[in-house]
């Protein structure tokens, strides 16, 4: 059985998660997996395989850490390589930190996990994830891409 998105509704977000491509000729992209860790301890992890989004209840694992054959750093600073990043405390992410979801949806290329009256998207407009905000507040909307 695979992993749903709709597993999640009910728990509360706890933290935020990217991976982001860092390197010499990486761009200032936004482009790449998120994690959400939610307040059971478990994780969300919605990344892209062969031009299609995967869900998956697993972290993200750095490939060069688990190799039994050790990589130069040099050579890691000339080819780069992804990293994770929690972004809970950034614009906008910190504005779901704590609430609880209350729908989540899924399609072949977008994920849309609802907040109250703030959506977190993600869809796969080309090779990589991209991760959208949206704020709905009496005041107006706050809209982000991350």
């Known amino acids: 059985m695979g992993v749903r998105v709709d597993q999640w509704v009910g728990r509360s977000l706890m933290a935020v998660r990217r991976l982001v491509f860092e390197g010499p000729a990486a761009p200032e992209a936004q482009e ?3 994690e959400f860790l939610w307040d059971d301890c478990s ?17 993200w694992r750095d490939p060069f850490e688990s190799s039994d054959v050790p990589i130069p750093l040099a050579e890691i600073d ?14 906008p992410f910190d ?4 609430h609880v979801l209350t729908k989540a949806t899924e ?20 090779v990589d994830p991209v991760v959208s905000v949206t704020y709905a507040a009496e005041t107006g909307e706050y809209p982000g891409m991350l």
């Open 32 to 34: 790449g997996g998120v």
């Open 43 to 59: 994780t969300l992890r919605v990344d892209a395989v062969k031009h299609r989004l995967r869900l998956t209840d697993r972290p």
């Open 78 to 91: 000339r080819v780069g390589r992804w990293v994770r990043r929690d972004v809970s405390r950034r614009r």
């Open 95 to 98: 504005l779901v930190i704590g």
């Open 107 to 126: 399609t072949e290329g977008e994920v849309t996990l609802h907040f109250g009256g703030t959506t977190v998207g993600v869809s796969l407009p080309g």
